[in-house]
């Protein structure tokens, strides 16, 4: 069966400094792989999704930057944490079928920037 | 691109009463939408979703959504609801590779 693993869980950073998490799919091959942060009142954003190694198709102009080095893993980052990218961060995957697959969601990781 | 409205962003209710949460999206081509719920301290989970066929679907839980071509909406309705159903529940449309949500509809049943 299929799992997804993200860490860390909960993320204590000060402003400024640089960020990773990461997240990982075990069970499956060439997923599509997403992150969405879920801000309050704001619903779920989708920030960067990727269909292959090296592929990032990013959505939201800011200081994340997303990364695909491997099939199955999947790396958010910034250089300079900001105030404002507190928040709860979830990878998903889906399997490369387009429109037609269901996300399925890692526990997320909720990060505070100080 | 895509975008996906919530009108209601807190529902309260009181057990046994009926529900329906409203989702519209805008997006001219074929989409597939979805509807996920995140009850407290756990992760979203997926409640239903439609595809094709006939515009009504049925989920779990007693949740049904319908599929309203013209309307751009994917209402999700429940005729009786329970204390267990409080949850932030979510709207998602997809087209291509990405997958957008709505801001999300909280949702209180009280006892």
């Known amino acids: 069966s299929q799992t997804i693993h993200q860490w860390p869980a909960t993320l204590v950073q000060p402003v400024g400094s640089p960020l990773s998490l990461e997240c990982t799919v075990e069970?499956?091959?060439?997923?599509?792989l997403y992150w969405y942060r879920q801000a309050a009142g704001r619903g779920l954003q989708l920030l960067f999704y990727?269909?292959?190694?090296?592929?990032i198709s990013s959505e939201v102009p800011q200081n994340l930057s997303a990364s695909r080095p491997q099939d199955r893993q999947f790396i958010l980052s910034s250089k300079k944490l900001l105030l404002s990218d507190s928040g709860f961060y979830l990878c998903?995957?889906?399997?490369?079928?387009?429109?037609?697959?269901?996300?399925?969601f890692g526990n997320g990781t909720r990060l505070t920037v100080t | 691109a895509q975008s996906v409205s919530q009108h209601n962003h807190h529902v309260i209710l009181s057990e046994a009463a009926s529900l329906e949460l409203g989702c519209n999206y805008s997006?001219?081509?074929?989409?597939?939408l979805f509807w996920y719920v995140q009850y407290p301290g756990q992760h979203l989970q997926l409640l239903l979703k439609y595809f094709s066929g006939d515009p009504l679907v049925k989920g779990i839980k007693g949740f049904e959504a319908e599929f309203i071509k013209s309307k751009f909406s994917f209402n999700l309705r429940k005729p009786s609801v329970q204390w267990s159903d409080t949850a932030e529940y979510f709207c998602a449309v997809t087209a291509l590779n990405d997958m957008r949500f709505g801001a999300g509809t909280r949702l209180t049943v009280k006892p």
């Open positions: 997006y001219g081509g074929t989409v597939n």
């Open positions: 990727s269909v292959g190694i090296g592929q």
């Open positions: 998903a995957w889906s399997i490369p079928q387009g429109v037609n697959s269901p996300l399925h």
């Open positions: 069970g499956t091959s060439n997923p599509n």
